[in-house]
């Protein structure tokens, strides 16, 4: 598949534990590469009670394990896949979570990580000076 973009893909969000590593979870992977997919987000849920609460926990049976995590990221490497994780806030009150709410579009401007020090000449995205700084 020709593409400006390096990357081609779709996401998947799970809704229950097991999800991902379902037999048709494996078959909606295989179904994405056969499209000219090179990658899949998985993106599996974690939880807060409301959404002001500070807690943040992994509810049984809403949560991927770890061990269906896997493996869905082996069936979609099997498939040709590269694999994005990410992990999603929810509530479980269905209210949404506080900070979304009071985030405002002067609140959202990137800001550069204080864990990395960059010469005003090469300041990089924020994203990469990130991943370098976790390294």
């Given at each position: 598949?020709?593409?400006?973009?390096?990357?081609?893909?779709?996401?998947?969000?799970?809704?229950?534990?097991?999800?991902?590593?379902?037999?048709?979870a494996?078959?909606?992977?295989?179904k994405?590469?056969?499209?000219?997919?090179?990658?899949?987000?998985?993106?599996?849920?974690?939880?807060?009670?409301?959404?002001?609460?500070?807690?943040?926990f992994a509810?049984?049976?809403?949560?991927?394990?770890?061990?269906?995590?896997?493996?869905?990221?082996?069936?979609?490497?099997?498939?040709?896949?590269s694999?994005?994780?990410k992990?999603?806030?929810?509530t479980?009150?269905?209210?949404?979570?506080?900070?979304?709410?009071?985030?405002?579009?002067?609140?959202?401007?990137?800001?550069?990580?204080?864990?990395?020090?960059?010469?005003?000449s090469?300041?990089?995205?924020?994203?990469?000076?990130?991943?370098?700084?976790t390294?």
């Open positions: 598949m020709a593409s400006i973009f390096d990357v081609q893909g779709f996401g998947a969000l799970s809704e229950w534990n097991g999800q991902f590593s379902s037999a048709s494996k078959q909606a992977f295989q994405i590469a056969s499209l000219g997919s090179n990658s899949i987000e998985l993106t599996a849920r974690i939880w807060t009670q409301t959404g002001t609460s500070n807690s943040i509810e049984p049976t809403k949560t991927e394990s770890d061990a269906s995590l896997l493996a869905g990221f082996r069936a979609a490497h099997d498939a040709g896949l694999v994005l994780f992990a999603a806030l929810s479980l009150n269905g209210t949404r979570v506080a900070w979304r709410r009071r985030m405002s579009r002067a609140s959202s401007r990137p800001t550069k990580p204080r864990s990395c020090i960059w010469p005003p090469r300041r990089p995205v924020a994203s990469r000076c990130s991943r370098s700084a390294r």
